[in-house]
Nanobody, 120 residues
Framework: QLQASGGGVVQAGASLRLTCAHS????????TGWFRQAPGKEREFVAC????????YYADSVKGRFTISKNNAKKMVVLQMNSPNPEDTAVYFC???????????????WGQGTLVTVSS
């Protein structure tokens, strides 16, 4: 089970930190990813991280601004959002699965979303 938290209202250029807490065992070959869905738009990939190696992958739209990291002891994945802009406004979801992928259907487990609103 995944629990995403940390959403809220933030001004453009400020920072926000989202967390994804995992309950139950984490398979070392699994990947945790972040996706987002803005109103009226398709769900889109943001970033993912592999638990075994820490390898990361980012969408071009967030590369250089967002950072994904993990804490093995706390079984938590963090998405640090720096310099967000209004286009980053969306419901953010975390998900887990066995494939290092940007495709939502490759992820088996999903948490509930957390709303991020970036004001200009």
């Amino acid at each position: 089970q995944l629990q995403a938290s940390g959403g809220g209202v933030v001004q453009a250029g400020a920072s926000l930190r989202l967390t994804c807490a995992h309950s139950g065992p984490i398979f070392t070959n699994y990947i945790t990813g972040w996706f987002r869905q803005a109103p009226g738009k398709e769900r889109e990939f943001v970033a993912c991280i592999r638990w075994s190696s820490g390898s990361t992958y980012y969408a071009d739209s967030v590369k250089g601004r967002f950072t994904i990291s993990k804490n093995n002891a706390k079984k938590m994945v963090v998405l640090q959002m720096n310099s967000p802009n209004p286009e980053d406004t969306a419901v953010y979801f975390c998900a887990a699965g066995p494939t290092f992928s940007s495709i939502a259907r490759d992820y088996q487990y999903w948490g509930q979303g957390t709303l991020v609103t970036v004001s200009s």
